[in-house]
């Protein structure tokens, strides 16, 4: 089974920054699936933050745009997250996930995605 690999969380202050990286047990960035960066926080539910296809078109939660920018890097089957400006209320878990469904158009529904990893937790302190 596919499963992505997140890694660069961690803690930092008000306005900080973390870059998230995410790669895969398979090349699921390589092969230009659909990549998205989900959060969650407990007893919330889970949102998309950025999702990425296969031609570097990018969509974002409203929230996140000019601040946080999601790329892909496909000869590293790694997909990044970029993280700037942190708000105390983005503290969550962030979960890389890859749409294996072929889909013609990059989805933010969790349902579309099929492989997910299990996350790196982010903590933004006040």
């Known amino acids: 089974q596919v499963q992505p690999v997140e890694s660069g969380g961690g803690s930092v202050e008000t306005g900080g920054s973390l870059r998230l990286s995410c790669t895969a047990s398979?090349?699921?960035?390589?092969?230009?699936?659909?990549m998205a960066w989900f959060r969650q926080v407990p007893g919330k539910t889970r949102e998309a933050v950025a999702i990425?296809?296969?031609?570097?078109?990018?969509d974002y939660l409203v929230s996140v745009k000019g601040r946080i920018t999601i790329s892909r890097d496909n000869a590293r089957n790694t997909v990044y997250l970029q993280m700037n400006s942190l708000k105390p209320e983005e503290g969550a878990m962030y979960y890389c996930?890859?749409?294996?469904?072929?889909?013609?158009?990059?989805?933010?529904?969790?349902?579309?995605?099929?492989?997910w990893g299990q996350g790196t937790q982010v903590t933004v302190s006040s």
């Open positions: 398979a090349p699921v960035v390589t092969r230009g699936y659909c």
């Open positions: 990425i296809d296969n031609l570097n078109t990018t």
């Open positions: 996930a890859a749409d294996l469904s072929r889909s013609i158009e990059c989805e933010f529904s969790q349902h579309r995605y099929n492989a």
